[in-house]
């Protein structure tokens, strides 16, 4: 093993302008992978934090009565299941809208009275989705209540929008994966060409197939994690320009900032690469005997 070793040491020394643009499309073709992971990653993320919100929003009634807006306040404030409450009048409402649109100049038209006063409510983490339902069912039935959005609409369609992330992400992955056999064995095939002498040679004192082949595939291996390793630098070093530019607000409005690959993730791409090129390269050296 050691020898087989050495002797793909000095292939890539000898060919590494070959080997260098090999790494180069598989790096390529895994930022495509890795980016479309991301994209999957803060998703799900966003997902989970939505679902554990625990938040809902009452809209009033206009002209609500005062009396029965205080009667909601004090009966949501003694109710074990909820952390805070909050009311939002209308000016309240306009004001918190605008604070962080200010340039927005038809936000900034619209008159108070387009935005609705509402009640704000902070579930316990620990309550249940069946209570929160429950207590929403009560709110709703009130003669002042207009409304009430428990953001699980915004859940379900994160849901569904992970889901077709996943598929995308899959399919994607196929082709990559697919792209990156393709080019290691073309790339190991050309290499074994090209020493095409010390094959025969090799083959001449005795050596056998898996002796010769050994070198290339180890090759492959290193091209195959080498290029995922550069694919995860690029796309950390996208990440972190893209977040620098990223409005704060967004991420407030979200409750999440963005988050890249989780290491068992970026580790698994480097793993999932390193095993592609070996694959690739044993792929490509198949018919060893008609060099």
Same mark, same amino acid.
């Given at each position: 093993?050691?020898?087989?070793?050495?002797?793909?040491?000095?292939?890539?020394?000898?060919?590494?302008?070959?080997?260098?643009?090999?790494?180069?499309?598989?790096?390529?073709?895994?930022?495509?992978?890795?980016?479309?992971?991301?994209?999957?990653?803060?998703?799900?993320a966003?997902?989970?934090?939505?679902?554990?919100?625990?938040?809902?929003?009452v809209?009033?009634?206009?002209g609500?009565p005062?009396q029965?807006?205080?009667?909601?306040?004090?009966?949501?404030?003694?109710?074990?299941?909820?952390?805070?409450?909050?009311?939002?009048?209308p000016?309240?409402?306009?004001?918190?809208?605008l604070?962080?649109?200010?340039?927005?100049?038809?936000?900034?038209?619209?008159?108070?009275?387009?935005?609705?006063?509402?009640?704000?409510?902070d579930?316990?983490?620990?309550?249940k989705e069946?209570?929160?339902?429950?207590m929403?069912?009560?709110?709703q039935?009130?003669p002042?209540?207009?409304?009430?959005?428990?953001?699980?609409?915004?859940?379900e369609?994160?849901?569904?929008?992970?889901?077709?992330?996943?598929?995308?992400?899959?399919?994607?992955?196929?082709i990559?994966?697919?792209?990156v056999?393709?080019?290691?064995?073309?790339?190991?095939?050309?290499?074994l060409?090209?020493?095409?002498?010390?094959?025969?040679?090799?083959?001449?004192?005795?050596?056998?197939?898996? +002796? $010769?082949?050994?070198p290339? *595939?180890?090759? @492959?291996?290193?091209? %195959? #994690? /080498? &290029?995922?390793a550069?694919?995860?630098?690029?796309?950390?070093?996208l990440?972190?320009l893209?977040r620098?530019?990223?409005?704060?607000?967004?991420?407030?409005?979200?409750?999440?900032?963005?988050?890249?690959?989780?290491? +068992? $993730?970026?580790?698994?791409? *480097?793993?999932? @690469?390193?095993?592609? %090129? #070996? /694959? &690739?390269?044993a792929?490509?050296l198949?018919?060893l005997?008609?060099?």
């Amino acid at each position: 093993m050691a020898g087989s070793v050495e002797r793909a040491k000095r292939g890539l020394y000898s060919e590494w302008r070959l080997h260098a643009l090999s790494v180069v499309s598989l790096a390529v073709a895994f930022v495509c992978l890795g980016a479309a992971l991301l994209v999957v990653v803060n998703i799900h993320a966003l997902k989970e934090r939505w679902g554990r919100t625990g938040r809902a929003s009452v809209y009033l009634k206009d002209g609500a009565p005062p009396q029965q807006v205080e009667a909601i306040l004090v009966a949501l404030q003694a109710t074990p299941e909820v952390r805070e409450v909050r009311y939002l009048s209308p000016a309240d409402a306009r004001g918190q809208v605008l604070s962080g649109n200010m340039t927005d100049s038809t936000l900034k038209a619209l008159p108070q009275e387009a935005f609705p006063a509402s009640i704000e409510i902070d579930v316990q983490p620990e309550v249940k989705e069946a209570d929160v339902q429950a207590m929403v069912a009560k709110l709703q039935s009130l003669p002042a209540v207009e409304g009430i959005e428990t953001y699980g609409t915004w859940t379900e369609r994160l849901g569904t929008l992970l889901s077709g992330g996943t598929l995308a992400a899959a399919a994607l992955a196929a082709i990559v994966f697919g792209a990156v056999l393709a080019v290691v064995a073309s790339t190991m095939r050309l290499a074994l060409t090209r020493r095409r002498t010390e094959v025969e040679v090799l083959k001449l004192v005795g050596a056998s197939d898996s +002796f $010769v082949r050994t070198p290339y *595939v180890l090759e @492959g291996t290193f091209q %195959g #994690a /080498l &290029g995922s390793a550069a694919a995860i630098a690029i796309l950390g070093a996208l990440f972190a320009l893209v977040r620098s530019r990223m409005d704060g607000d967004l991420g407030s409005l979200l409750g999440l900032d963005p988050m890249f690959l989780p290491w +068992f $993730v970026a580790l698994g791409m *480097v793993g999932v @690469g390193a095993l592609l %090129g #070996a /694959l &690739g390269g044993a792929l490509g050296l198949r018919r060893l005997t008609t060099v």
